[in-house]
């Protein structure tokens, strides 16, 4: 069976509170975009792992389907083997969620193929296990998050038709570090009010990411501002970073980026 994880955006992202279990309390809202890895999972005699396309750092059991099988065979300990195979094009360490997306999508593979039968609750359960973001992917439509990331509600985001951009220097920022340089606070206005007008997010909409890692990198602040001068009714950077996205009500260009910058385009 094969399936395309896809990457996700962060619209707006407050840190709010420091836990003393060492994550942080947020409010997102995660929306899921078409870029995407592709993934296969096939019944096999022995159980094996194939990368191509961009190679994921670690050596195989690091990888994030490999945890999601351990994960499962803990309970499910009958499993058959498979043959996995992931093509990886989503950007890694980059704020698109492309290694919880594949982790995701692992679970829900694996939940058809053996015929689990196990709900979407229950794969959110696992998926929490695997990472914060994870959970979001079982459902794969936009919903804000808050807990760790792990508390899911559905939210109404309109962006049908709309121009999507991604530009992503080749900065790879580690979330954890990302997390350790933040100073928690209350947001100014409510996410979900805001999200319902996108023309006011360029006033409204926060990430509180930026701040920091714009001081660290300013080439990422200057990604934002340049997408805000092609026209883009709004541009933020995408969770941790290092991506930033901007929305378009027109087609634009993507032609004038470094060459070693990686950019997509495409229409929502
Ligand atoms: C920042 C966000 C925004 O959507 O995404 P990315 O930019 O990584 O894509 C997420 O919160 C990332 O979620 P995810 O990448 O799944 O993080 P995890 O693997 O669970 O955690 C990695 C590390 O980040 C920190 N962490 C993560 C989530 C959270 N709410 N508070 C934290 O402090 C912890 O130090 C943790 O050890
Ligand atoms: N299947 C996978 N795809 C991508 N990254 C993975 C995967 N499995 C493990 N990882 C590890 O997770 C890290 C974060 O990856 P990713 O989720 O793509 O980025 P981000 O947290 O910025 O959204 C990678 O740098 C890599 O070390």
Redesign the pocket.
């Known amino acids: 069976m094969i399936q395309f994880p896809n990457a996700k955006i962060n619209l707006g992202l407050h840190i709010t509170e420091k836990r003393k279990d060492g994550f942080h309390e947020i409010e997102t809202c995660l929306f899921p975009i078409p870029l995407c ?1 592709a993934l296969e999972m096939i019944p096999a005699p022995k159980t094996t792992f194939k990368n191509t396309g961009l190679q ?3 050596n195989e059991k ?4 490999f ?1 999601a099988l351990k994960l499962l065979r803990k309970d499910f300990n009958d499993l058959p083997h498979v043959s996995m195979h ?1 093509h ?1 094009a ?14 995701a999508f692992a679970l829900k593979i694996m939940n058809m193929l053996f015929n689990l039968h196990l709900e979407d609750w229950f794969l959110e359960d696992y998926a929490a296990e695997l ?1 914060s ?1 994870c959970p979001f992917f079982i459902q794969n439509k936009p919903q804000l998050a808050k807990g760790r990331g792990e508390i899911l509600e559905e939210v109404e985001v309109n962006l049908k038709g709309r121009w999507l951009v991604l530009v992503q220097p080749k900065i ?4 954890q570090e990302a997390y350790a340089g933040i100073i928690p606070k209350s947001p100014a206005h409510p996410l979900k009010e805001i999200l319902m007008d996108p023309k006011s997010w360029k006033e409204k909409l926060v990430n509180n990411f930026e701040e920091s890692i714009f001081k660290k990198h300013p080439q990422i602040g200057a990604i934002k501002e340049n997408l805000y001068q092609q026209g883009a009714f709004y541009a933020a950077m995408s ?3 290092s991506t930033v996205f901007g929305l378009f009500d027109q087609e634009p260009s993507i032609s004038n980026w470094p060459e070693d910058y990686f950019t997509y385009k495409n229409q929502l």
């Open positions: 890895d994921v750092p670690g690091q990888n994030l389907i945890k992931l990886k989503i950007p890694m360490g980059a704020g698109l969620g492309g290694g919880s997306s594949d982790a990472g973001d790879h920022i580690s979330t969770g941790s970073g």
